[in-house]
């Protein structure tokens, strides 16, 4: 009996601990912000720069700026993002990022 629950005790653990799908998307949305967008946009630990694009925290924190209107703007180009195109997948992903700086 104490094997079962110490097994029991054991599988609980490991599913708490394992990240879910909104991290996995996050972290992925992560690695395609640090590939295609810190070309222009600052990180939070960054100076200032007036040449940059504000870091990701602080965009995330603006007045409506929620989920349906992130969806809605990577659906649009945005200079000079008019150079990249990300697929429906990547977006989906970098929506999930920035909604997890909203948490953090």
Not at 2 to 9: D, E, G, H, R, T
Not at 10 to 21: D, E, F, I, K, Q
Not at 23 to 50: F, M, S, Y
Not at 55 to 61: A, F, L, M, R, S
Request: a negative charge.
């Amino acid at each position: 009996m104490k094997s079962l629950y110490s097994a029991v005790i054991a599988t609980v653990a490991l599913l708490a601990a394992s990240p879910s799908p909104a991290d996995e998307a996050a972290a992925r949305g992560e690695t395609v912000v640090d590939q295609w967008c810190r070309l222009c946009h600052l990180r939070a630990t960054d100076p200032p720069n007036p040449d940059m694009a504000p870091p990701y925290e602080e965009i995330v924190k603006r007045p409506g700026r929620d989920e349906a209107y992130f969806v809605e703007f990577l659906q649009e180009d945005h200079f000079p993002m008019t150079i990249y195109r990300l697929f429906d997948d990547e977006k989906r992903d970098v929506v999930a990022y920035l909604l997890s700086l909203k948490r953090n």
